[in-house]
């Protein structure tokens, strides 16, 4: 396992600026491509059919021309809004978005040549629809590990958009819950799980040849969720959608929003796994418990530690340890399980998903 004490950055958003504040230099911008939306929230469809769009090098960026009602009489407020991926960071683009590097982002928006703003501006501006990323390192096994510990623990759902949703092509594996358009941000928010060398790779493979190849993706994965609009930033507890306001959000902030996420989709399931021959009936219902819980993508450790939490009198909680290390040591350590929930506890405990109380 490598590290994965990594930051949760911004991957993507949608940026409103004022139209008052720009000065617009491609004209055609504003004489063809004008939609409406409502409430900060913007229908993707409609965005990408009235956007001027840009494309090179595996770098994509949409600028389009939007009013937004103000009341009930026909009042409108006119704004320029685009589609920033960090990718416009070029070879810093593992970094994601950050206060550090908006600069750069600005700077590569002032070179397409379509309207100018200064970074004030900019930073002043409104977002809806940011993706927030957390990278982390896993081999392929840990990663399926990882697809199984989600799946195990997944809320079931039958309702198309919801419950937990594996993808397993030789160049796009992973999982996620809900989709990006969803509405119910507050009980179905959108989660993805990647593995991003295979994306970058494979689908990215013009961005990756250029601008990423010789940096360590060896066995990168992500997490991504998204805030859809102003009311689910509220919902979380940001009381501004200025760019300005998420660049300053703290870590744990950040991170909170992807746990949150994430344990919104799961509960605990109990599975059937296999009776041992050869052992006494206590010791194999406490194999059993054991590796009920690994399945379920715990270390021993926390199950040993968790299992022991309420023993105060000293000496029957060392003989019950006692209990507990024999077993592993003898049925369990060393073994593909052992290791891998290992690994997983690291990445859980990253994206601050409490695997004690699965």
Request: proline content about 2%.
């Amino acid at each position: 396992m490598i590290n994965t004490d990594t930051p949760t950055e911004i991957d993507s958003l949608k940026l409103r600026l004022p139209y008052r504040n720009v000065e617009i230099i491609n004209y055609r911008l504003e004489a063809f491509l004008t939609t409406t939306f409502e409430g900060g929230e913007i229908d993707a469809e409609n965005f990408k059919r009235n956007s001027l769009k840009f494309k090179k090098d595996g770098i994509s960026v949409r600028f389009a021309v939007e009013t937004m009602p103000t009341d009930s009489k026909g009042g409108k407020k006119k704004y320029l809004t685009i589609l920033i991926n960090s990718k416009l960071l070029k070879n810093k683009y593992l970094e994601g978005i950050t206060k550090a590097n908006i600069d750069n982002v600005h700077n590569e928006l002032m070179s397409y040549d379509v309207a100018r703003f200064d970074l004030k501006t900019m930073l002043e501006g409104f977002v809806t629809d940011v993706d927030f990323k957390t990278d982390f390192y896993s081999t392929m096994d840990e990663f399926q590990e990882l697809k199984k510990f989600f799946k195990i623990n997944a809320r079931e759902s039958n309702k198309v958009g919801q419950g937990y949703r594996p993808f397993n092509d030789k160049t796009n594996q992973g999982m996620q819950f809900s989709t990006r358009d969803t509405r119910a941000y507050k009980t179905n928010p959108f989660v993805k799980m990647y593995h991003k060398e295979l994306e970058l790779k494979y689908n990215s493979s013009d961005f990756y040849e250029k601008y990423i190849k010789g940096q360590n993706i060896k066995d990168l994965g992500r997490f991504e969720t998204t805030i859809k609009n102003n009311a689910h930033m509220k919902a979380l507890g940001i009381n501004s959608n200025t760019l300005s306001n998420l660049l300053n959000l703290d870590d744990p902030f950040k991170k909170s929003i992807l746990s949150m996420s994430i344990n919104t989709h799961l509960e605990s399931n109990i599975k059937q796994i296999k009776i041992r021959e050869g052992m006494s009936p206590l010791d194999e219902m406490l194999h059993n418990l054991i590796v009920m819980q690994m399945n379920g993508g715990m270390s021993f450790d926390k199950i040993r530690d968790f299992a022991l939490s309420t023993f105060t009198e000293k000496t029957r909680k060392s003989k019950a340890k006692s209990k507990f290390n024999s077993i592993y040591e003898e049925h369990i350590r060393g073994t593909k399980k052992d290791i891998s929930t290992k690994n997983i506890d690291s990445i859980l405990n990253l994206i601050g998903v409490d695997n004690d109380k699965r």
